[in-house]
């Protein structure tokens, strides 16, 4: 099994400019999960999903952050417009059910310059 | 929300010891997952704990979960250099994955 796959693994952006994470989870898992990891606040949930339906976005910072899912298979994180302190590591996870553990994908390094 | 704090905050120890990272809850625990993660890599899940007194183990891991004290212990027998990393434990009030929180690590570093 390929586990969890996101893409980039590194990303370097100017401050003003759009920037799309990507995730791919696991196969036949329903629930997918997008987690920020900084030194300062460690890691934070920003949203998950269920059945691709987003279920509880209360941890998407702001109005700049959106995420979709349009099918089982694919997810993404968008920020328009970055900022220096969007700069963290954004890690995609997925389980088979909200009760089950989380496996994680590799992270996107995120540096907005 | 839930907070985690854990301590320590890192650990420096010598090949072969034995080592506990601790865990403890602001809020009653009703699932406690421990994960690790390498530098530049996700987290790997390591233990799920769900009942008070539960107590798991793995190869020379061992967690246990005491509800009363909202606390969870990781303990690790003789350590080895491929134990290091960044251990995180992460709970939500309910006991789903759905809104896991994460303390905020700590630090294993194994001389050798």
């Known amino acids: 099994d390929a586990g969890v796959i996101q893409s980039p693994r590194h990303e370097v952006t100017e401050m003003g400019q759009e920037v799309t994470l990507r995730c791919k989870p696991i196969?036949?898992?329903?629930?997918l999960f997008w987690y920020r990891q900084t030194m300062m606040r460690g890691l934070e949930l920003l949203i998950y999903?269920?059945?691709?339906?987003?279920?509880?976005d209360s941890g998407m910072p702001e109005d700049r952050f959106s995420a979709k899912m349009p099918n089982a298979s694919f997810s993404t994180l968008k920020i328009q417009p970055s900022e220096p302190r969007d700069s963290a590591v954004y890690f995609c996870?997925?389980?088979?059910?909200?009760?089950?553990?989380?496996?994680f994908g590799s992270g996107t390094q995120l540096s907005v310059l | 929300s839930q907070e985690l704090e854990q301590s320590p905050q890192s650990l420096i120890v010598q090949e072969g010891k034995n080592l506990t990272i601790n865990c403890t809850s602001s809020?009653?625990?009703?699932?406690l997952y421990w994960y690790k993660q390498k530098y530049g890599e996700g987290l790997i899940f390591l233990m799920m704990?769900?009942?008070?007194?539960e107590e798991k183990s793995h190869e020379k891991i061992t967690a246990k979960l005491d509800e009363k004290k909202q606390q969870s212990s990781l303990h690790i027998t003789a350590s080895q250099p491929s134990h290091a990393g960044i251990y995180l434990c992460?709970?939500?009030?309910?006991?789903?994955?759905?809104?896991?929180?994460f303390g905020s690590g700590t630090q294993l570093t194994v001389l050798p």
């Open positions: 996870a997925s389980s088979f059910s909200t009760n089950e553990k989380l496996f």
């Open positions: 196969s036949g898992h329903n629930s």
């Open positions: 999903f269920n059945n691709n339906v987003p279920i509880d």
């Open positions: 809020k009653t625990l009703y699932g």
């Open positions: 704990l769900q009942k008070g007194g």
């Open positions: 992460g709970a939500s009030s309910s006991g789903s994955a759905r809104q896991l929180t």
